[in-house]
């Protein structure tokens, strides 16, 4: 089992900076990968980012990438999305996310809402 709290969201203004944080704990030994995803209503999950576990290797969405950086300091339990330039288009709940194999996650945090003013 793996919990997931993340914290960090709040509105910004268009072109700013953000800082999301996602701590985990648990059997997080036995993860693959950690990642980030976004959702507004009426549509579907997005897949923003994600980082494995033990080699650090990271992933973007096209719409975020040049702006957006993932990363787990020191190998350590906190993942963070670190979000730049910010658009309108940003706007969504982000929810951290946490894979036991390639291709999937397995839990999920309660997300943290990203508001950016135009």
């Known amino acids: 089992q793996v919990q997931l709290v993340e914290s960090g969201g709040g509105l910004v203004q268009a072109g700013g900076s953000l800082r999301l944080s996602c701590a985990a704990s648990?059997?997080?030994?036995?993860?693959?990968?950690m990642g980030w995803f976004r959702q507004t209503p009426g549509k579907e999950r997005e897949f923003v980012a994600k980082i494995t576990w033990r080699g650090g290797s990271t992933y973007y969405a096209d719409s975020v990438k040049g702006r957006f950086t993932i990363s787990r300091p020191n190998a350590g339990n906190t993942v963070y999305l670190q979000m730049n330039s910010l658009k309108s288009e940003d706007t969504a709940v982000y929810y951290c996310a946490a894979g036991l194999q390639i291709g999937n996650f397995d839990y999920w945090g309660q997300g943290t809402q990203v508001i950016i003013a135009s």
């Open positions: 648990g059997r997080t030994f036995s993860l693959y990968a």
